[in-house]
């Protein structure tokens, strides 16, 4: 084994969870694509660090794409039943899993390349890097449907070229700066059954609550949480 390649392999794993791991604000909502290709969603962990909630996505499947949206109790919720562009979005995004996988199999494979000559490592850092290339070319031809903007792409791609284990964050990363596109319950009426509905709704009850509870019962503010929570039950019904 090369020397020092436990240290390499534990800063491999470092930087991925470094940079898959979402802090979220307490109206984040993340869509996310669960095994059986139906869609779910998660709130982020009921502490808070620095202020925000913790979200780890599924850190085995690099493919599996999710949607970072917000509420506002400040904008009536919309009822929208068919969100414009999300289609083309997830088919965008779905373009680019394959070499974002061959990227995560190469990683893989990386325990059994330490054990081996330099050459080798060599050979296998010219494919991981070709790899690498090939997932951001493919991100950019899709950035029409993702809608992708340039200074994020270009974030997206020096990211994924200057520390290889973020590119295996290519396909989270384009659902990340989507909340200006699409509407919340819009896009949770095209991607989630009516159960997952509820559980969303019930989900930002318990948030509007906290809030309301730091605010005074005859305050304006919290007339407008309370008029706000019977909005998105009811759109989200």
């Known amino acids: 084994m090369l020397p020092h390649a436990w240290w390499l392999l534990a800063g491999v794993v470092g930087m991925y ?3 898959a791991v979402l802090l979220i604000y307490h109206n984040d909502v993340v869509f996310f694509e669960r095994r059986d290709g139906d869609w779910s969603f998660s709130v982020g962990s009921d502490f808070e660090l620095a202020g925000r909630h913790v979200y780890i996505p599924p850190l085995l499947a690099p493919g599996r794409p999710m949607l970072r949206l917000r509420w506002s109790s400040r904008l009536a919720p919309l009822d929208i039943a068919s969100p414009h562009g999300l289609r083309a979005w997830r088919s965008g995004v779905g ?3 394959l070499p974002v996988m061959l990227v995560a199999l190469l ?5 059994a390349v330490l054990f081996t000559s330099v050459w080798v490592l060599l050979g296998w850092m010219v494919a991981l890097y070709v790899a690498i290339v090939l ?3 493919r991100t ?3 950035r029409k449907l ?3 903007g340039g200074r994020t792409f270009a974030s997206l791609a020096s990211d994924a070229l200057l520390c290889a284990p973020y590119a295996l964050n290519i396909v989270r990363k384009q659902g990340l700066h989507a909340a200006e596109r699409f509407d919340l319950v819009a896009a949770a009426h095209a991607l989630l059954d009516s159960d997952e509905r509820a559980r969303l709704a019930a989900a930002i009850h318990a948030r509007l609550h906290r809030q309301m509870d730091l605010e005074d019962p005859g305050s304006e503010r919290h007339s407008q949480l309370q008029t706000y929570l019977l909005q998105i039950e009811g759109a989200l019904a």
Do not use: H, N
Request: hydrophobic letters at 65%.
């Open 95 to 97: 373009a680019t899993v």
């Open 17 to 19: 969870l470094y940079d």
């Open 140 to 142: 950019w031809r899709m």
């Open 107 to 111: 990683f893989a494979a990386m325990p």
């Open 146 to 148: 993702t809608g992708l």
């Open 135 to 137: 997932a951001v070319l």
